[in-house]
Protein backbone atom coordinates (compact mmCIF):
# COMPACT_ATOMS: atom_id res chain seq x y z
CA UNK A 1 0.00 0.00 0.00
CA UNK A 2 1.40 2.95 -0.96
CA UNK A 3 0.13 7.05 0.56
CA UNK A 4 0.46 9.66 -1.28
CA UNK A 5 -0.37 13.16 0.42
CA UNK A 6 -0.96 16.60 -2.19
CA UNK A 7 -0.20 20.08 -0.44
CA UNK A 8 0.67 23.04 -1.54
CA UNK A 9 -2.15 24.16 -3.99
CA UNK A 10 -3.88 27.93 -2.97
CA UNK A 11 -5.32 30.89 -4.74
CA UNK A 12 -3.23 32.54 -6.62
CA UNK A 13 -3.66 35.68 -9.39
CA UNK A 14 -2.53 34.89 -13.42
CA UNK A 15 1.11 35.20 -13.61
CA UNK A 16 2.19 33.94 -10.09
CA UNK A 17 3.64 30.77 -8.92
CA UNK A 18 3.44 28.13 -6.53
CA UNK A 19 4.93 24.58 -5.71
CA UNK A 20 3.16 21.78 -4.98
CA UNK A 21 4.47 18.85 -2.96
CA UNK A 22 3.75 15.17 -2.71
CA UNK A 23 4.95 12.93 0.05
CA UNK A 24 5.05 9.08 -0.70
CA UNK A 25 5.01 6.51 1.79
CA UNK A 26 6.94 3.28 1.03
CA UNK A 27 10.06 1.54 1.42
CA UNK A 28 10.69 1.55 -2.64
CA UNK A 29 10.20 5.38 -3.57
CA UNK A 30 12.85 5.60 -5.54
CA UNK A 31 11.65 2.87 -8.13
CA UNK A 32 8.10 4.76 -8.10
CA UNK A 33 7.61 6.56 -11.68
CA UNK A 34 5.89 9.28 -10.23
CA UNK A 35 3.53 11.62 -12.42
CA UNK A 36 1.04 14.83 -11.70
CA UNK A 37 -2.09 15.05 -13.21
CA UNK A 38 -5.01 17.73 -13.15
CA UNK A 39 -8.30 17.62 -13.36
CA UNK A 40 -10.38 20.31 -14.04
CA UNK A 41 -14.49 20.87 -13.37
CA UNK A 42 -16.80 19.07 -15.65
CA UNK A 43 -12.96 17.87 -18.02
CA UNK A 44 -11.62 14.46 -18.00
CA UNK A 45 -8.41 13.60 -15.71
CA UNK A 46 -5.50 15.04 -17.58
CA UNK A 47 -1.65 14.43 -17.73
CA UNK A 48 0.36 17.29 -16.37
CA UNK A 49 3.55 15.83 -16.02
CA UNK A 50 6.39 12.83 -14.81
CA UNK A 51 9.40 11.95 -13.68
CA UNK A 52 11.56 8.54 -13.70
CA UNK A 53 13.09 6.85 -10.34
CA UNK A 54 16.79 8.44 -10.36
CA UNK A 55 14.95 12.14 -11.71
CA UNK A 56 16.91 12.04 -14.85
CA UNK A 57 13.87 11.88 -17.49
CA UNK A 58 10.56 14.23 -17.32
CA UNK A 59 7.93 14.50 -19.36
CA UNK A 60 5.19 18.04 -19.60
CA UNK A 61 1.78 18.62 -21.42
CA UNK A 62 2.38 20.84 -24.33
CA UNK A 63 0.42 22.91 -22.23
CA UNK A 64 2.42 23.61 -19.39
CA UNK A 65 5.63 22.70 -20.66
CA UNK A 66 8.82 25.75 -20.04
CA UNK A 67 5.88 26.87 -16.87
CA UNK A 68 6.00 24.16 -14.78
CA UNK A 69 9.05 21.78 -13.35
CA UNK A 70 8.55 18.66 -11.88
CA UNK A 71 11.39 16.92 -9.15
CA UNK A 72 12.00 14.87 -6.75
CA UNK A 73 14.01 14.01 -3.58
CA UNK A 74 13.88 10.57 -2.84
CA UNK A 75 15.78 11.12 0.34
CA UNK A 76 12.10 13.02 1.43
CA UNK A 77 10.05 10.21 -0.26
CA UNK A 78 8.41 13.57 -1.85
CA UNK A 79 7.86 14.65 -5.70
CA UNK A 80 7.43 18.53 -6.48
CA UNK A 81 5.74 20.53 -9.42
CA UNK A 82 7.02 24.09 -9.38
CA UNK A 83 4.14 25.93 -11.72
CA UNK A 84 5.24 29.70 -12.67
CA UNK A 85 3.79 32.01 -14.79
CA UNK A 86 -0.03 30.52 -13.90
CA UNK A 87 -2.75 31.02 -15.86
CA UNK A 88 -6.81 30.98 -15.48
CA UNK A 89 -6.83 27.66 -17.57
CA UNK A 90 -4.10 25.98 -14.94
CA UNK A 91 -7.34 25.85 -12.13
CA UNK A 92 -7.96 22.92 -11.13
CA UNK A 93 -7.59 19.72 -8.81
CA UNK A 94 -4.05 18.52 -9.07
CA UNK A 95 -3.22 14.91 -7.96
CA UNK A 96 -0.01 12.95 -7.81
CA UNK A 97 0.52 9.57 -9.12
CA UNK A 98 2.49 6.53 -8.70
CA UNK A 99 3.77 3.84 -11.14
CA UNK A 100 4.68 0.71 -9.30
CA UNK A 101 5.76 -0.53 -12.23
CA UNK A 102 7.89 2.17 -13.80
CA UNK A 103 10.98 1.57 -15.68
CA UNK A 104 13.59 3.99 -15.38
CA UNK A 105 14.39 4.38 -19.09
CA UNK A 106 10.83 5.78 -19.47
CA UNK A 107 7.95 7.86 -17.89
CA UNK A 108 3.98 7.36 -18.55
CA UNK A 109 1.40 9.48 -19.44
CA UNK A 110 -1.94 7.96 -19.36
CA UNK A 111 -3.72 7.82 -15.97
CA UNK A 112 -4.64 4.02 -16.13
CA UNK A 113 -0.16 3.34 -16.23
CA UNK A 114 -0.38 4.71 -12.24
CA UNK A 115 -1.20 2.76 -9.52
CA UNK A 116 -1.88 4.84 -6.61
CA UNK A 117 -3.38 8.33 -6.20
CA UNK A 118 -3.28 11.30 -3.63
CA UNK A 119 -6.48 12.93 -2.62
CA UNK A 120 -5.89 16.09 -4.73
CA UNK A 121 -4.70 19.63 -4.06
CA UNK A 122 -6.79 22.33 -5.64
CA UNK A 123 -5.05 25.27 -7.81
CA UNK A 124 -7.40 28.19 -8.43
CA UNK A 125 -5.98 31.14 -10.58
CA UNK A 126 -7.38 34.37 -11.16
CA UNK A 127 -7.33 37.06 -13.90
Known amino acids: QVQLVESGGGLVQAGDSLRLSCAAS????????MGWFRQAPGKEREFVAA????????AYADSVKARFTISRDNAKNTVYLQMNSLKPEDTAVYYC????????????????????WGQGTQVTVSS
Open 51 to 58: INWSGGIT
Open 26 to 33: GRTFSRYG
Open 97 to 116: AADLNASNIRVRRLVYEYDY
